[in-house]
C-alpha cells in the first residue's frame, strides 16, 4: 500500500505547495525507493522496476476506487486482475533460464 500512497499524496501536494502534504509524500517516496533498491538485490532489475510500478499502480487505482469514490466497475476490476497476474508472471519467472 505504500507505493501507492506516496502517488496519491503527489495529488495533495499542489505542486509541492502545501507543507504535510508535500512531507508525506518525500518521506513515502523515499521508503518506497530503498524499499525497491532492497528488491534489486535479489531480483532482477527489470523484474524489481515491473512489480514496483505494477504494483504502485494498482495500489493507486484501489486507493481511489475505496476512498476518493472513482468507479468500481466490473471492466476496471477485470484490468486490475490482469495487471495483477502479469507482477506475479514476471516474479514467477524471474529466475527462469528457458
Same mark, same amino acid.
Given at each position: /500500500?505504500?507505493?501507492?500512497?506516496?502517488a496519491?499524496? =503527489?495529488?495533495?501536494?499542489?505542486? +509541492?505547495t !502545501? =507543507?504535510? %502534504?508535500s /512531507?508525506?509524500?518525500?518521506? *513515502? /517516496?523515499a521508503?518506497?525507493?530503498?524499499? =525497491?533498491?532492497?528488491?534489486? !538485490? *535479489?531480483? %532482477?532489475?527489470? *523484474?524489481?522496476?515491473?512489480?514496483?510500478t505494477?504494483?504502485g499502480?494498482?495500489?493507486?487505482?484501489?486507493?481511489?476506487?475505496f +476512498?476518493?469514490?472513482?468507479? !468500481?466497475?466490473?471492466?476496471?476490476?477485470?484490468?486490475? /486482475?490482469f495487471i495483477?497476474?502479469?507482477?506475479?508472471?514476471?516474479?514467477f519467472?524471474?529466475?527462469?533460464?528457458?
Amino acid at each position: /500500500m505504500l507505493l501507492g500512497c506516496w502517488a496519491v499524496g =503527489l495529488k495533495y501536494t499542489e505542486g +509541492f505547495t !502545501k =507543507l504535510w %502534504p508535500s /512531507m508525506f509524500t518525500i518521506v *513515502t /517516496m523515499a521508503i518506497s525507493l530503498w524499499l =525497491l533498491s532492497i528488491a534489486m !538485490k *535479489t531480483i %532482477p532489475i527489470g *523484474t524489481a522496476y515491473a512489480v514496483w510500478t505494477g504494483t504502485g499502480a494498482v495500489c493507486v487505482v484501489l486507493i481511489g476506487m475505496f +476512498f476518493l469514490g472513482e468507479s !468500481k466497475e466490473l471492466a476496471r476490476i477485470i484490468c486490475l /486482475m490482469f495487471i495483477v497476474a502479469g507482477i506475479v508472471g514476471l516474479k514467477f519467472f524471474a529466475h527462469s533460464h528457458v
